[in-house]
Nanobody, 116 residues
Framework: EVQLQASGGGLVQPGGSLKLSCEAP?????????????VIWYRQAPGKEREWVAR???????SYSISVEGRFTISRDNPKKTGYLQMNSLEPEDTGVYYC?????WGQGTQVTVSS
């Protein structure tokens, strides 16, 4: 099982930005192994189902849900075994707990609140 640490959430006003990180610390697996896995972000708003937000393949190809395309950018740093989600032009509808998933394992989630 891959241990993941998600961070970077917080409270931001509409139109603001946040950058989330998903780190896979430790030496259980190599950065090369990490580089072969997809990094996937999900979010769960209060009272709603968890939904897929973005994915970056092991080869670095990104894909996004329609609701965030053009505002969010997913990236990765394989030597650091870390994935990122840059979120711009945030809207109140983006509020929720954001989770990352790598190699079938989930991070603990980080809260994002968009409110004035």
């Amino acid at each position: 099982e891959v241990q993941l640490q998600a961070s970077g959430g917080g409270l931001v006003q509409p139109g603001g930005s946040l950058k989330l990180s998903c780190e896979a610390p430790g030496t259980t697996f190599s950065s090369w192994a990490f580089s072969t896995w997809d990094v996937i972000w999900y979010r769960q708003a209060p009272g709603k189902e968890r939904e897929w937000v973005a994915r970056i393949s092991g080869g670095g190809s990104p894909s996004y849900s329609i609701s965030v395309e053009g505002r969010f950018t997913i990236s990765r740093d394989n030597p650091k075994k870390t994935g990122y989600l840059q979120m711009n032009s945030l809207e109140p509808e983006d509020t929720g707990v954001y989770y990352c998933k790598v190699a079938g394992s989930w991070g603990q989630g980080t809260q994002v609140t968009v409110s004035s």
